[in-house]
């Protein structure tokens, strides 16, 4: 799709109630209310919209959306893996046909998903599928309001979601769903540019995350790197509880950069609770790196309660201009802290 005039109201790689073998989506521009790599599987007596054999590839360019999903709408399986890549900064791309190059058209997506709307993301068979991972690479003038690892009121699973955020413009990042649903995987987010209020590891407002969370925050060169800016850190979810039996899960690690408020190794809001031991590392042994937090470090969440343990070390080559809490804030730690500092 080409022109920064077009208007769509629903834009599918796949069909409606039918199936087809494999979907390739690349959006330059445009109003577009919802873009799907997936098919149609909405309505009252619809089958669903299969992606039977090669999967979906989503690539946006530009344009202003509503939604954007790697997989279908409420119903419609999908064989393969799911791809969605952000891309704004495009040069010198032509069309192979006319030779004309593409209009770069600005870009401006409200939410974001490389899962579906309603719809899990299993194979013909019903097993869970192996998602791709879900790449962000833009520009510092991109924005994409609210971007979401995981789906949207749908379980996720067969496979790990790796969010990369090197840049762009972002009110809240989530490493998992939204509203509900499972992650049968583990979860990372590495943001490595950009301009974000928030990070979550964990899903948004219900459902949670199965396996091991990890947030990552590691200023790169090679990203936008004068637009870095990250208010507030969270392992954990918004108002979504998260529950790991093994290990120093969720994890988060301030590698490199500024955060511009608190980090916090469990979630936000009283039905976050984290069974588990969180752990937040602020710091690392590299001479090159540098990470300050110019708020607070707790070990715990944000009115979130934590039942287990708490580990939080800051290392070498940081600086934490607020306090350190082995604790949460405003919330309860039913195990042991435990506090580390300049090792």
């Not at 530009?62 to 419609?76: A, H, M, P, R, Y």
């Not at 040069?91 to 579906?116: F, L, R």
Request: aromatic share 8%; hydrophobic share 30%.
């Amino acid at each position: 799709m080409h022109g920064c005039d077009a208007s769509i109201e629903y834009v599918y790689g796949g069909g409606n109630a039918t199936d087809v073998r494999g979907t390739n989506v690349t959006i330059w521009g445009g109003t577009i209310g919802s873009a799907f790599g997936g098919g149609n599987g909405a309505g009252v007596g619809n089958p669903g919209a299969n992606i039977t054999a090669d999967g979906t590839t989503l690539v946006i360019h530009g344009g202003t959306i509503g939604s954007v999903f790697g997989g279908s709408n409420e119903k419609g399986k999908i064989s393969s893996s799911v791809s969605v890549t952000i891309v704004a900064d495009v040069e010198d791309d032509e069309d192979p046909c006319t030779h004309v190059a593409y209009t770069q058209c600005p870009m401006e997506i409200n939410e974001m998903y490389s899962g579906g709307n309603e719809a899990e993301l299993r194979d013909m068979e019903g097993h869970w599928i192996t998602p791709g991972n879900i790449n962000v690479t833009t520009d510092c003038s991109t924005v994409i309001n609210y971007l979401f690892g995981g789906a949207r009121k749908a379980d996720y699973g067969g496979g790990d979601i790796t969010l990369n955020v090197n840049g762009g413009r972002y009110k809240k990042i989530f490493g998992g769903n939204n509203l509900y649903g499972e992650i049968n995987g583990n979860v990372t987010v590495n943001f490595y540019g950009g301009y974000t209020e928030e990070i979550y590891g964990g899903n948004n407002q219900g459902g949670t995350v199965l396996g091991t969370i990890t947030v990552n925050i590691d200023s790169s060169e090679n990203a936008c790197t004068p637009h870095f800016y990250v208010e507030n850190v969270y392992g954990g979810g918004n108002e979504a509880p998260y529950s790991h039996a093994s290990g120093n899960y969720p994890e988060v690690n301030v590698i490199n950069g500024t955060v511009q408020e608190n980090v916090y190794g469990g979630g936000y809001g009283s039905s976050a609770t984290v069974t588990g031991s969180p752990a937040v590392t602020v710091g690392v042994s590299n001479t090159e790196k540098r990470a300050l937090v110019l708020g607070n470090v707790f070990g715990g969440g944000n009115a979130a309660p934590v039942s287990g343990d708490t580990d939080v070390k800051i290392l070498y080559n940081s600086y934490i201009k607020g306090n350190v809490y082995g604790g949460g804030n405003a919330a309860t730690v039913s195990g042991d802290t435990k506090v580390v500092v300049g090792n």
